[in-house]
């Protein structure tokens, strides 16, 4: 790993750490998003084909199922690129990860994973190639999210964020991408399988 893009890292990883958590009381969240707070949950009394019934509690999330889409993003000159941003209930507090977010209720999932590459680096997708699918918690959620590989990205605009989103974009080689997970840098599920879904597509090339 060339010495400068680690030390890069770091001091984003420093940067956006956690210094201090205050736990609200409840009513906080009422009067912050006026009784409209992004996670929710629904109960459900579910029968089953055995004829057992099951009450079980459904996590929404800004009043939709929670389906996302990663982005495994390589440029026109092959550099990946990824986000390090708060992730403040995690051991670290902070994490590195791909570029990601919600799918829209009138998107199809590649023109999700297409607006949030170019709201959160500014990059432009050429191929977007689907590398795999999966039920994010299927205990409590019926979020679907789907992995693409983004080939040919291209740098169009700045970064356009939500008000309480904190992105700093970090550019590396592939080989410094699979070189930061074998170092554990990468700790989220969701990334690990997307840099395994993208290895194994990028060797059949």
Not at 1 to 6: A, W
Not at 62 to 84: P, R, W, Y
Request: with cysteine; net charge negative; glycine share 6%.
């Amino acid at each position: 790993m060339r010495k400068e893009k680690l030390e890069e890292l770091e001091s984003y990883l420093e940067e956006l750490k956690t210094v201090k958590q205050v736990r609200k009381d409840p009513s906080f969240l009422t009067r912050l998003f006026r009784g409209k707070g992004f996670l929710s949950s629904d109960v459900y009394e579910c029968h089953l084909n055995c004829g057992r019934i099951v009450v079980r509690e459904k996590l929404v999330k800004g009043k939709k199922d929670g389906s996302a889409a990663i982005i495994f993003a390589l440029t026109k000159t092959n550099e990946v690129l990824l986000n390090v941003e708060p992730r403040v209930f995690t051991n670290e507090t902070v994490s590195l990860g791909f570029p990601a977010g919600y799918i829209e209720l009138n998107e199809t999932p590649e023109q999700g994973a297409r607006r949030e590459l170019l709201e959160e680096h500014g990059y432009q997708a050429g191929e977007m190639i689907l590398l795999d699918e999966f039920y994010q918690d299927e205990g409590c959620s019926s979020a679907f999210n789907r992995i693409f590989l983004a080939l040919d990205s291209e740098k169009v605009s700045e970064q356009h964020l939500d008000k309480d989103e904190i992105i700093r974009p970090f550019l590396c080689t592939y080989d410094e991408v699979l070189e930061l997970n074998k170092l554990g840098y990468f700790t989220g599920a969701n990334s690990k399988l997307a840099i395994e879904r993208a290895k194994e597509y990028l060797k059949r090339r």
